[in-house]
């Protein structure tokens, strides 16, 4: 019988580590700069943008059902990676606000245009709870920048530090940061970038992307409490100029309370989000509106005088319609209400 040759032991096994073989220094280097045996959450369902990241940050869990952040949170998790395209749908944005509220991780929303996306797409994903956005996958440089702790100390400043000294002085510095950025916000209330990030640049309602947003919030909080809930789409034939727009845009903001959402839709049209409130109360609401904007005789860009059509549809409770459902029973009102030059029609 042949003897079998030595075997060759590794370091790590001989330092009594196990026999897998040292990771590379500079993935080390990563893995002890964003944890103390915490691992590093990757949420997405796309098996290509978690090898990415796994072949260079250390420890990854990767989870394909998003609710599971809760269990990889509670077992140290500390920092996390979020696709933008959440499976089955999920609004991304929706997700991060969520995180933000409960914990205290580090997130990275990674968008596949992340390098082409403006300023203002960036404050949206700061305003919903990610610390930055990167590509999707994320290259090694990219991530080897965010796992380093940041400077700032404004999420984690204690990443890699660990024990009872390190959870009081998580607690110290969060809480002092969480302090300064208060005092700041009361002092300087409207950001710039926020504000353009959700707004329409021309008429300085929301945008499509905040409307579609807040569209989320409210289904999902009518659905849990059984609020009634309505939406609406509202819009004319033709283009307008700027300054019609902005008249038209006072008139709304006149007759909608302030816990209601008012985005621009498209060129000609908007999309209303009225909680607590049902489909007669808000056709009679834009029956209103219609009559307003007729006796201010507004016209469009080649003179024709601007008549709104509005569709409607209430979210019945209790209900488990999708969004997407109650939209495109809002849509067929709306042009149905078009076709038949309706002030509104619910559908």
Same mark, same amino acid.
């Given at each position: 019988m042949k003897s079998k040759p030595p075997v060759r032991k590794s370091n790590n096994t001989a330092k009594g580590k196990g026999s897998r073989s040292k990771p590379a220094a500079g993935r080390a280097k990563i893995a002890d700069a964003a944890q103390q045996g915490a691992p590093v959450v990757v949420v997405t369902s796309n098996s290509t943008f978690a090898r990415a990241i796994e072949r260079v940050v250390h420890d990854v869990a990767v989870l394909k059902d998003p609710r599971g952040i809760d269990s990889a949170v509670a077992t140290g998790a500390r920092v996390a990676f979020v696709d933008s395209e959440l499976p089955e749908g999920a609004n991304c944005y929706e997700f991060l606000r969520r995180l933000r509220v409960r914990t205290s991780l580090r997130i990275a929303l990674c968008h596949p245009n992340a390098k082409k996306l403006d300023a203002s797409i960036h404050a949206l994903a700061r305003f919903a709870g990610a610390e930055t956005v990167l590509s999707s996958p994320p290259s090694p440089?990219?991530? %080897? *920048? &965010?796992? %380093?702790?940041?400077? =700032?100390? !404004?999420?984690?400043?204690?990443?890699?530090? *660990?024990?009872?000294?390190?959870?009081?002085?998580? =607690?110290?510095?969060?809480?002092? =940061? &969480?302090? %300064?950025?208060? !005092?700041?916000?009361? =002092?300087?209330?409207?950001?710039?970038?926020? !504000?353009?990030?959700?707004?329409?640049?021309?008429?300085?309602?929301?945008?499509?992307?905040?409307g579609a947003f807040a569209y989320d919030l409210e289904v999902k909080r009518a659905q849990r409490f059984a609020f009634p809930l309505s939406i609406a789409i509202v819009g004319f034939d033709g283009e307008a100029s700027t300054e019609v727009l902005l008249e038209i845009a006072g008139i709304f903001l006149n007759e909608i309370r302030d816990t209601d959402t008012l985005a621009r839709f498209s060129i000609n049209s908007f999309f209303f989000v009225l909680p607590n409130t049902l489909a007669d109360g808000a056709c009679a609401m834009l029956e209103r509106i219609a009559k307003s904007v007729a006796k201010r005789k507004l016209r469009d860009l080649v003179g024709d005088l601007i008549q709104l059509n509005s569709g409607v549809a209430g979210l019945a409770i209790p209900s488990n319609e999708t969004r997407d459902v109650l939209f495109q029973r809002a849509f067929r009102a709306f042009e149905k209400a078009r076709v038949e030059l309706r002030p509104a029609v619910s559908g």
């Open positions: 440089a990219e991530l %080897k *920048s &965010f796992m %380093k702790p940041p400077a =700032s100390g !404004l999420i984690d400043p204690i990443l890699g530090a *660990s024990g009872q000294d390190a959870a009081r002085s998580a =607690s110290t510095e969060r809480r002092a =940061s &969480f302090e %300064k950025r208060i !005092l700041h916000d009361i =002092s300087n209330p409207h950001d710039p970038a926020l !504000l353009d990030a959700i707004c329409d640049p021309e008429t300085r309602l929301y945008s499509s992307v905040y």
